[in-house]
Nanobody, 116 residues
């Protein structure tokens, strides 16, 4: 099992930027991918970005391509989500995710609000 702690959420104006961080602890050697999902009020949780530990390939939700960048510091077991050109429809609770070895673990979430 992996424990995940997110940080970096907050309130930002449309067009602004935020960077989220997530540090993993526990059985990190079994992680095959890390990433971010989000859940807006009244909506289902959706995957936003994923990075694979082997090779570093990435996947993005179509609506965030070109605006969000996921990256990973393998030494510190930390994954980042750089979010630029934020829009009001990016408002959600953002959750860090780690997958591998038959498990999917989630962090507690951090609120991102995009509003003027």
């Amino acid at each position: 099992q992996v424990q995940l702690v997110e940080s970096g959420g907050g309130l930002v104006q449309p067009g602004g930027s935020l960077t989220l961080s997530c540090r993993a602890s526990g059985r990190t050697d079994n992680i095959s991918s890390m990433g971010w999902g989000r859940q807006a009020p009244g909506k289902q949780r959706e995957s936003v970005a994923t990075i694979f530990t082997s090779g570093g390939s990435t996947n993005y939700k179509d609506s965030v391509k070109g605006r969000f960048t996921v990256s990973r510091d393998s030494v510190k077991n930390t994954v980042f989500l750089q979010m630029n050109s934020l829009r009001p429809d990016d408002t959600a609770v953002y959750y860090c995710q780690a997958t591998g070895g038959g498990f999917v673990d989630w962090g507690q979430g951090t609120q991102v609000t995009v509003s003027s």
